[in-house]
Each structure stands twice: as C-alpha cells, then as structure tokens.
C-alpha cells in the first residue's frame, strides 16, 4: 500500500471525526439556547454582573482603551476597579462578539461557542483512550451537561461557564504531562508547555474554576506520583503549574495585591460563605434555601449517574491488566469524582476553613464542574459495549432532556434585560456597584444613583459655607481613564468628581500633585483648587504591580515559545 495514500487517508479521517464532533457539540448548543428566541434571555443571577462589564469594554474600546482596568459605568459612574479583580477572557469576548449580531443576541452566541467547544474539547479527551462513537457521545453530554445547564439557565456565570470548556483539555494536559497517557520523550516539553497554556486560560476565566482545578491538578499529580512511585510527575507537574502561573501573572499579580485597596471581604458575606451552601444546607433565607435546593439535587444526578457508569465501566474491564493506560484513567477520573463528591459536604468544612484561598469559591456545589467531566467520560466509556449502547444513550439524554425542561420552566425570563442596560449607560445613569469591588473606605450604597449625574460639581471649602459666586466649571475630556476639568473660581473651593478614589488614580491640579479628599460616608473623589483659574487632570495610571504582571506573563509567553522551537529543532 501507498504511505502517502495511507497518511492522506488517515487524515481524511481525522477530520471528519472533528466535523462531526463539532457539528452535534453545535447542535446540543443550539438545543440548548432554542427557548431564548421564544422567552428572551434567561437572567439568572449573575445576567446584569456580565453583560454591563461587556457594555462597559466595549465603549471603552471606542474610546481606545484596548484593556480596561476600571469600569466607568459601575456605581452608576462613579466607578470601580472591577476589570482589575474579575478574569479578562469573558468581558474580552462578548463584546468582539458584538461586532456580528445585536447586544440582545450576544449572551445567545456566547453560550453557542463556548459550549461548541467545550464538546470539542471532552471529545479530544475522550478520543484519547475511547472509540470513535463513545468520543462523539461523550462530547455531546459535555455540551449539555447539567452543570452547564444550571450556569447557563438559573446562574449566568457566563465566565464559570468558559473555564468549564477548558477543563477536559486540561485534564488531558495533565495526564499527559505526568506520563500517565504517552506522548513520546520529545513531547514532555511540549507536554509541559500545552498544560502551561490550558491552566492559565480556566485562570483567565474565572477565579474560582481557576482554584477548584489547581486543587484538582495537584491531588492528580499527587496520585499518580504515589502510585508510580515516582517523584517525577509531582515535578513535571509543578513546574507546568508555575509556567501556567506566569502566563496569567498580568491578572494574578495586580488581583492579589490590589486586594488591599478594595472591600474584597465583601465576597463572603452572609449566604456566601461555604458553610452555607453545602448540599442541601438550609438558612434563614427561603430564595437561598430554593436555589441551593436545585443546585444540590442537580450534583446529585451527576453524582449518581457517574458512579453508576463508573461500576459498569469497571466490570466491564475487571479481566484487564491493572497497569493498562484504560485501568489508570479509570482509576484517576473515579478519584476526582469521589474527591469533588467529598468537597459539596459538610464533612470537609475544615478543608474549606484551612486550604488557601478555597473560601473564596463560595459555593461547594461548584465542584460539579470536575464531576461533569467525569460524568461525560465515564458515561461515554460505558457506551463501548453494543449490547446496551442505546439504553445508556437514550437514558442519558431523557435525564439531560428533563433537567433542561426543568431549568426552563423554573428560570426567570426577561426580553428587556439588555437593551435595559444598554439605555441606562446611553442615558448617563450606568448600573450597580459589586460590593467586593468597592474601594475601601466606600459605601457605594450611599452614592447617589438617581441620574444623570453631573461629571463635576464645585463644593465650597468646608461644608456648611455657601458655593462661591462666579464659579465655572467646564469638562474638556471625560474618558474611563483620564478626566481634564477647567475651573474657574474666585474663592478656594472642592471640585467633587464623579469618581471613587483609588490608589491607581493620579490627580494634578496645574502643575502640583495632589492627594484627594472624601466625604466621610462614601470614597468620591473631592479635589482641592485654588482661587483663580486652575486645570485639573485625573489619569488612571499604570501601578507597579500591574507591570510586574505584565512583565510576568511576557517572559513566561517568551520562555513557552523558546521551550517549543527548541524541542521542535530537537525532534527533528
């Protein structure tokens, strides 16, 4: 036989394989998001939160700001830093998304790609170790999963929602880089450099995603280090985490030290805080008590159903050898359900209390997020024998089908929500403040938030004595990121912007530096001026910290590139 025609074959193959695993990975999306043309969109809690940071961007984009860090229209313009504490990846998106259909269809085409690729990416897992058939299935059940179905009906974490689609890459990745899968001795560095890519992308996604996978990683790599009796994939291991680590350094850098300048406290208040919302768990708050009613029964179909494939994919293969990659993949993928399991009860509260940073996950049940991975796989896995091949199919798909019936019926439905947001940042209003975001010494409940409000307000010196007469104020630029007001006063007097003061912004009055001033209930920014004519410029600028995470990343991206070109010259 022809090599050539045989390798050209092969690759016909390849491709057809991918066309038809993206082509239902699409189609179980577009199933999925049929009801929004019928009802409008479905606003769960987290709807308002993302698609105004998406208006925000994209009129930040017309002003020139490629990469925002403060968000104009938050607080109903005054403002806060939320660009600089939420992952860049989402906001990023949409509104490039925006350039192609209407604002109202955004969210829509945001839930059609990111779930289009999150059944590509489960399909490149399963495909791995899977027939081709079981691969497809399990790319469809990824794309359609009842985590997702939750996030994308009741939640609207559109941003959880993209870090899920990265998770079966990842695992890939990390099986891979330990050697658990092979990949050949001259791909362990490129094995090192695709975990380094995927890891830093779920960062880059959502913060608590970002956590829930390091901690999943690290018992792998743990795991299969023990089993192995090896040193070596805790190694390879640590090494693509740091590398992954560097890459998002221009988000994890200025997120971890600004924290201190912001109420980031805020995000554990009350029905916030794990203990609160472990399975089941039931608080004085009916709302909270329901949702976390239908998050816990939907972990446990997923629990449940995966355990149950699990079993039968473990008898099925009782006769193979123990050291088989199927034995091992079976072995590591039980564990982390089992460990995700383990995480959503009340039993692993003192995890939750001790581990770094594990508190500011909120929610337990957001370990579904490992389980849905699982899930697919596992129920794909048991499709391998054609003896009970439609009976696993169709039940799984019935059980999809009535959890997404079940979303539809008992979400909140609103046509309005975003040509809403969209008239209230055209008419000057913006929208409401995170209180996690507020910087501190704020009360951003004590702003005022009916408007439009004046940009510029001249106050007089202390309070209590009239405005000078005669004053004038005039705006020559107002953009997200720099403000130039003209004043003329015949009196010393206070300039209130509409603007919280951060420690990124620096104001100038003539020629002089000076430092703010604030009012005692709220941190609106309270500019000194004297008598006579005088310019005030305000400019957000860029904070050492901010550099240091951007220099982070660049060498990290540069080191990645020089690691692939010399394992490339090296192979060949």
Do not use: C
């Given at each position: 036989m022809?090599p050539?025609?045989?390798?050209?074959n092969?690759?016909?193959?390849?491709?057809r394989e991918?066309?038809l695993a993206g082509?239902?990975?699409l189609?179980a999306?577009l199933i999925i998001i049929?009801?929004?043309?019928?009802?409008?969109?479905?606003?769960?809690?987290?709807?308002?939160?993302?698609?105004?940071?998406?208006?925000d961007?994209?009129?930040?984009w017309?002003e020139g700001?490629l990469?925002?860090?403060w968000?104009?229209w938050?607080?109903h313009g005054?403002?806060?830093?939320r660009?600089i504490f939420?992952p860049?990846?989402?906001?990023?998106?949409?509104?490039?998304l925006?350039?192609?259909?209407?604002?109202?269809?955004?969210p829509?085409l945001f839930i059609?790609?990111?779930q289009t690729f999150?059944?590509?990416?489960?399909?490149?897992l399963?495909?791995r170790?899977l027939?081709?058939?079981?691969a497809i299935?399990?790319?469809?059940?990824?794309?359609a999963?009842?985590n997702a179905l939750?996030?994308?009906?009741?939640?609207?974490?559109?941003?959880?929602?993209?870090?899920n689609?990265f998770f079966p890459?990842?695992?890939?990745a990390?099986?891979r880089?330990t050697?658990?899968?092979?990949?050949?001795?001259a791909?362990?560095?490129?094995a090192?450099?695709?975990?380094?890519?995927t890891?830093?992308a779920?960062w880059?996604s959502?913060?608590p995603?970002?956590?829930?996978m390091?901690?999943?990683v690290?018992l792998l790599?743990?795991?299969?280090?023990f089993s192995?009796?090896s040193?070596?994939?805790?190694?390879y291991?640590?090494?693509?985490?740091a590398?992954g680590?560097g890459?998002?350094?221009?988000?994890?850098v200025?997120?971890a030290?600004?924290q201190?300048?912001v109420n980031?406290g805020?995000v554990?208040?009350?029905?916030l805080?794990p203990s609160q919302?472990?399975l089941?768990?039931?608080?004085?708050?009916?709302?909270?008590n329901?949702?976390n009613?239908?998050?816990?029964t939907?972990?446990?179909i997923?629990i449940v159903?995966t355990?149950?494939?699990?079993l039968?994919?473990?008898?099925?293969?009782?006769g193979e050898?123990?050291i088989?990659?199927?034995?091992?993949m079976?072995r590591?993928?039980l564990l982390?359900a089992?460990?995700a399991?383990l995480?959503m009860?009340?039993?692993?509260a003192i995890l939750?209390?001790v581990?770094?940073?594990?508190?500011?996950?909120?929610?337990?049940w957001?370990?579904?997020?490992i389980?849905?991975?699982t899930?697919?796989w596992?129920l794909?896995a048991a499709t391998?024998?054609p003896?009970?091949?439609w009976?696993?199919?169709?039940t799984t798909?019935?059980?999809?089908?009535?959890t997404g019936i079940?979303?539809?019926r008992?979400?909140?439905?609103?046509?309005?929500?975003?040509?809403?947001?969209?008239?209230t940042i055209e008419?000057?209003?913006g929208f409401?403040?995170t209180?996690e975001?507020?910087?501190?010494?704020?009360?951003h409940y004590?702003?005022?938030?009916?408007?439009p409000?004046?940009?510029?307000?001249?106050?007089?010196v202390?309070?209590?004595?009239?405005?000078?007469?005669?004053?004038?104020v005039?705006?020559?630029r107002?953009?997200?990121?720099?403000r130039i007001?003209?004043?003329?006063s015949?009196?010393?007097?206070?300039?209130?912007?509409r603007l919280l003061n951060y420690?990124a912004?620096?104001i100038?009055?003539n020629?002089s530096?000076?430092?703010?001033?604030?009012?005692?209930d709220?941190?609106?920014m309270m500019?000194p001026?004297?008598?006579?004519q005088?310019t005030?410029r305000?400019r957000?600028?860029r904070t050492l910290?901010r550099?240091?995470?951007?220099?982070?990343?660049?060498l990290s991206?540069l080191?990645s590139?020089?690691l692939?070109?010399?394992?490339?010259?090296h192979?060949?």
């Amino acid at each position: 036989m022809n090599p050539t025609a045989t390798t050209t074959n092969r690759r016909q193959s390849g491709s057809r394989e991918w066309l038809l695993a993206g082509a239902l990975s699409l189609t179980a999306s577009l199933i999925i998001i049929a009801p929004f043309f019928h009802w409008g969109s479905a606003s769960g809690h987290d709807f308002e939160f993302h698609v105004s940071s998406w208006l925000d961007v994209a009129g930040q984009w017309k002003e020139g700001i490629l990469f925002p860090r403060w968000t104009a229209w938050a607080n109903h313009g005054f403002g806060e830093p939320r660009f600089i504490f939420y992952p860049p990846l989402s906001w990023m998106l949409a509104p490039v998304l925006s350039f192609f259909v209407p604002w109202a269809y955004v969210p829509v085409l945001f839930i059609v790609l990111v779930q289009t690729f999150a059944g590509i990416s489960a399909f490149v897992l399963a495909r791995r170790l899977l027939p081709y058939h079981a691969a497809i299935f399990a790319a469809v059940i990824y794309a359609a999963n009842p985590n997702a179905l939750l996030i994308i009906y009741m939640r609207s974490d559109f941003a959880e929602l993209l870090a899920n689609a990265f998770f079966p890459l990842l695992l890939l990745a990390a099986l891979r880089l330990t050697g658990l899968l092979e990949t050949g001795k001259a791909s362990r560095t490129r094995a090192i450099v695709g975990f380094a890519v995927t890891f830093a992308a779920v960062w880059l996604s959502n913060a608590p995603a970002g956590v829930i996978m390091t901690y999943s990683v690290v018992l792998l790599f743990g795991w299969i280090g023990f089993s192995e009796r090896s040193w070596k994939p805790l190694a390879y291991g640590a090494t693509g985490m740091a590398l992954g680590f560097g890459l998002a350094g221009l988000y994890l850098v200025p997120a971890a030290y600004e924290q201190r300048w912001v109420n980031i406290g805020q995000v554990l208040s009350a029905g916030l805080l794990p203990s609160q919302n472990f399975l089941y768990t039931v608080i004085d708050d009916p709302e909270h008590n329901l949702f976390n009613w239908i998050a816990s029964t939907n972990a446990i179909i997923l629990i449940v159903a995966t355990g149950i494939a699990a079993l039968v994919v473990h008898r099925r293969g009782a006769g193979e050898d123990l050291i088989s990659e199927d034995a091992k993949m079976w072995r590591v993928l039980l564990l982390l359900a089992a460990a995700a399991t383990l995480m959503m009860l009340k039993s692993t509260a003192i995890l939750w209390d001790v581990l770094p940073k594990l508190r500011f996950v909120q929610f337990p049940w957001r370990w579904m997020s490992i389980l849905a991975v699982t899930f697919a796989w596992f129920l794909a896995a048991a499709t391998t024998k054609p003896r009970y091949r439609w009976i696993w199919m169709s039940t799984t798909i019935a059980v999809l089908a009535a959890t997404g019936i079940f979303f539809v019926r008992n979400t909140w439905w609103d046509a309005d929500d975003v040509p809403s947001l969209e008239f209230t940042i055209e008419h000057g209003r913006g929208f409401e403040g995170t209180d996690e975001y507020d910087p501190v010494g704020d009360d951003h409940y004590n702003l005022p938030t009916k408007g439009p409000q004046p940009q510029a307000v001249i106050l007089p010196v202390r309070d209590g004595l009239p405005v000078p007469d005669g004053t004038r104020v005039f705006v020559e630029r107002w953009t997200a990121e720099e403000r130039i007001i003209r004043v003329e006063s015949p009196e010393p007097a206070r300039l209130a912007l509409r603007l919280l003061n951060y420690p990124a912004w620096q104001i100038r009055v003539n020629d002089s530096f000076i430092r703010p001033e604030s009012p005692t209930d709220t941190n609106q920014m309270m500019v000194p001026i004297p008598h006579g004519q005088s310019t005030i410029r305000v400019r957000f600028t860029r904070t050492l910290d901010r550099t240091v995470g951007l220099l982070l990343s660049l060498l990290s991206a540069l080191l990645s590139v020089t690691l692939l070109a010399v394992t490339h010259f090296h192979f060949y």
